[in-house]
């Protein structure tokens, strides 16, 4: 998609099906930092959220835990933006509360999406459901606009904070070099070199795993 979606615009935006390696749709929308636009944010890596609604508790729970990982996310020079259909003025009123409450101030901008012309697009909205609320989707936005990696959690199941940030640490290190993350990889620990694609190979190797499964040192990034 290469037209910027608005906010505002009529609610007949298709329910889009993104795919990692597509180019993450951009758009301008009123956000509680002020007006956002998903191009700025070039140059840098940036986690697009969207969440169910405001003054949820799932939700609460999300938006504490991410705030006080803000400096987490910042050190790796990854922004955070999240979504929702409630108005600008529900978002305020629930960052206040959060606030008061949590004694924690949300400062990543929260987009206002009241015709869910962005939640379509990104496919935030699951399409057979009759409540307009957009799902817990996350979409790994590296810093050329490209989609990395997505989850898609049910409003019932809130996220991992440290999953998301060693997501954003594997997606960091593999760009490194050509190297791979293993199950449960987090920095420091051994990464997987690119497996070699000859048969030669595969008959001289000693082990039978040898030619697919080789450790290197990298990505201790971090
Ligand atoms: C929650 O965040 O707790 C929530 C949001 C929507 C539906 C159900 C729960």
Redesign the pocket.
Known sequence: MTEIIKADAERDAPCAGLRIGDAAPDFSARSTTGNVCLSDYRGRWLILFS???DF?????TEFVALARSADKFEKRDCALMALSIDSLFSHFAWLRMIRDRYDIEVRFPIVEDPTLVIGRAYGMVAPHDNDS?TVRTTFFIDPQGVVRAMTCYP??V?RSTPEMLRTLDALQAVDDGPVLAPANWTPGEAMLAQPDASLDTVFAAKEPTDWFMKETKRGSRR
Do not use: D, E, N, Y
């Open positions: 969440h169910p609604a949820t508790p799932v939700c609460t609320a409003a019932s809130g």
